[in-house]
Every structure is written in structure tokens, then in C-alpha cells.
């Protein structure tokens, strides 16, 4: 456990929290986590998740200015439901995803948990292309993926990193539950 592991931990906390929240001030605050967490991980050879906090900036950038356009008169975003039909497509490619990564983590790195970290990494990226698109459901994604999360941080001796994703589940479950009021409140309006 290192004293920046602990900073980058409650930088993630702090966004997730705010995500949950549907506050705009998620993502700078996010920007932030996954540059930090991005060293983290690469301590860790965990390549995939490196990655992923890559990926992830890029997505904060985007779903940052997709919520500017979509917030309500006391400054949330707006949360939109998401259909069956998109949700299977994105799953479809969150696999393909899972299985091409792994293979390469797997024939051309040294990476550690190589297919469970890839298909980690796939997953959270539907997850998070969900959140930037605004969907309830992501937090459904999010709650799968941290739970699973949790324990590859366990076994990879990062005791911070898998505090920090149960806390993740937890507030996944709260994201769930807010966002999914906030639908079923903007559908019956």
C-alpha cells in the first residue's frame, strides 16, 4: 500500500460518489482518478487496466460535455432510460471486446490475470460509455464488474484498490437507486 494508491483511491471515491449524484463536477473529478490510477496499475502490471484509464479520460471528456447539454433546473443530468436491443449490441461488443484483449494481453505481454483483467476492462468500458450516455443501467454494469473487481485487487495485493471497489459497489448500489427515482420520476411528469 502506497501513500499514492491512497490518494488516487479517494480521488476515484470522491467521483464515483459525485457521479452517483448526477453532479457535472464528476468528471474533471474522475479525469483526475483515472491519470492517477493509470500509475497504479502499471506498478501493478496490470496492462488492461492501464489501459482502460486511458480509455476511460477519453470518455470522461466526452460524457462531461454530453451532461453539460443535458442538465435539469437544479444542474443534475438528466438520466435517460436504455433499450434492450442497444444494451444487447454493447454486451455483444464488450465480449468480442473481452476476448480480443485477453489474447494479446495473454501472446504479448506480461501481464498479470491477463483474460480476467481484459474482460474487467471490456465491461467497465460499456459501463462507462452507458454513464456518458446517461443510462440508469450502467449502474447495474458497474455493480457486476466492482464485485468481481474486488477480488482480483485482493489477490494482486492492492488492499486500497479493492476497499475502494467495495466501497464502489456500495455507492453503485445508491447511484442505482437515485438514478433509477430520477427516471421514474421524469417518465411520469
Known amino acids: 500500500m502506497s501513500a499514492f ?16 449524484r448526477r453532479s457535472p463536477w464528476s468528471w474533471p473529478v474522475g479525469l483526475v482518478s483515472v491519470i492517477a490510477y493509470a500509475w497504479v496499475f502499471i506498478d501493478a502490471k496490470l496492462y488492461s487496466d492501464t ?7 477519453v470518455l470522461i471528456l466526452y460524457g462531461w460535455q454530453r451532461w453539460m447539454r443535458h442538465l435539469d433546473a437544479s444542474g443534475h443530468v438528466r438520466v435517460t432510460a ?10 455483444a ?9 485477453g489474447y ?23 459501463a462507462q460509455w452507458w454513464q456518458a450516455r446517461r443510462h440508469a443501467a450502467a449502474w447495474w454494469l458497474w455493480i457486476v464488474v466492482d464485485v468481481i473487481y474486488v477480488g482480483e485487487y ?9 476497499v475502494l471497489y ?16 430520477d427516471l421514474h420520476a421524469h417518465a411520469t411528469a
Not at 489501459?51 to 479520460?57: G, N, P, T
Not at 461488443?93 to 484483449?101: D, P
Not at 494479446?104 to 460499456?126: E, G, I, K, Q, Y
Not at 467495495?166 to 427515482?181: D, E, P, Q, T
Request: glycine share 6%.
Open 82 to 91: 436504455l433499450d434492450r436491443r442497444s444494451a444487447g449490441i454493447h454486451l
Open 154 to 162: 485482493v489477490y494482486k495485493d492492492l488492499p486500497v484498490t479493492a
Open 5 to 20: 494508491e491512497v490518494f488516487s483511491a479517494l480521488v476515484s471515491a470522491a467521483g464515483v460518489w459525485l457521479t452517483a
Open 51 to 57: 489501459l482502460l484509464q486511458v480509455v476511460f479520460a
Open 104 to 126: 494479446a494481453m495473454h501472446r504479448w505481454t506480461d501481464a498479470s490475470l491477463p483474460w480476467l483483467d481484459a474482460a474487467l476492462t471490456a465491461f467497465s468500458l460499456v
Open 166 to 181: 467495495a466501497g464502489f459497489v456500495i455507492l453503485a448500489s445508491m447511484g442505482l437507486r437515485a438514478w433509477r427515482r
Open 93 to 101: 461488443i464488450g465480449a468480442a471486446a473481452a476476448l480480443a484483449l
